[in-house]
T-cell receptor, first 113, second 108 residues
Framework: DAGVIQSPRHEVTEMGQEVTLRCKPI?????LFWYRQTMMRGLELLIY????????DSGMPEDRFSAKMPNASFSTLKIQPSEPRDSAVYFC???????????FGEGSWLTVV | AQRVTQPEKLLSVFKGAPVELKCNYS??????LFWYVQYSRQRLQLLLR??SRESIKGFTADLNKGETSFHLKKPFAQEEDSAMYYC??????????FGDGTTLTVKP
């Protein structure tokens, strides 16, 4: 398996634009996580899914953020409209079951100017 | 609610010195605890998990339920250990919460 695949790897966008980050989890994994990493706040859990169903989205900063998982092999994280403070590395990760290792993607480096 | 605390954002030691990265947690259930490592500009990867009770790259971590701690230790640090280290907790519901991370620098 190629591991968790994220796209784009890097994105620079202007404030106010819509940003869509994509993730393909490892096949067979039931859990999918979206994390945001910044120097100030470390690694924050934004939302996680179990069997494509959102379980906990309490970490989503505000209504500008939304995440979907239409099927077991694809998820999106959308920011609309984007703001400079959204600049961060966004990681997608997946896991087979509770208590198993979480596998991370390489991250999407977002810069909003 | 569960919480993971890593009190040190930065830790610097000399090569060959012992190193301990602290992790404390709060969770009312039975925790599953992990340490993940992120080398420069790479993805996070698992370093070790408490139920395995194994030593990876010379690192060990013992779960102390009385002190609610899961500190990561290595007796002799190497320069290649320089990285960011995250402590993580899994709840029974499957939620994985990470600490803020500790950046370890091992100086020659």
């Amino acid at each position: 398996d190629a591991g968790v695949i994220q796209s784009p790897r890097h994105e620079v966008t202007e404030m106010g634009q819509e940003v869509t980050l994509r993730c393909k989890p490892i096949s067979g994994h039931d859990y999918l996580f979206w994390y945001r990493q910044t120097m100030m706040r470390g690694l924050e859990l934004l939302i996680y899914f179990n069997n494509n169903v959102p379980i906990d989205d309490s970490g989503m900063p505000e209504d500008r953020f939304s995440a979907k998982m239409p099927n077991a092999s694809f998820s999106t994280l959308k920011i609309q409209p984007s703001e400079p403070r959204d600049s961060a590395v966004y990681f997608c990760a997946s896991r087979a079951n509770v208590g198993n290792t979480i596998y991370f993607g390489e991250g999407s480096w977002l810069t909003v100017v | 609610a569960q919480r993971v605390t890593q009190p040190e954002k930065l830790l610097s030691v000399f090569k060959g010195a012992p190193v301990e990265l602290k992790c404390n947690y709060s969770y009312s259930g039975s925790p599953e605890l992990f340490w993940y490592v992120q080398y420069s500009r790479q993805r996070l990867q698992l370093l070790l998990r408490h139920i395995s009770r194994e030593s990876i790259k010379g690192f060990t971590a013992d779960l102390n339920k009385g002190e609610t701690s899961f500190h990561l230790k290595k007796p002799f640090a190497q320069e290649e250990d320089s990285a960011m280290y995250y402590c993580a907790l899994d709840t029974n519901a499957g939620k994985s919460t990470f600490g803020d991370g500790t950046t370890l620098t091992v100086k020659p």
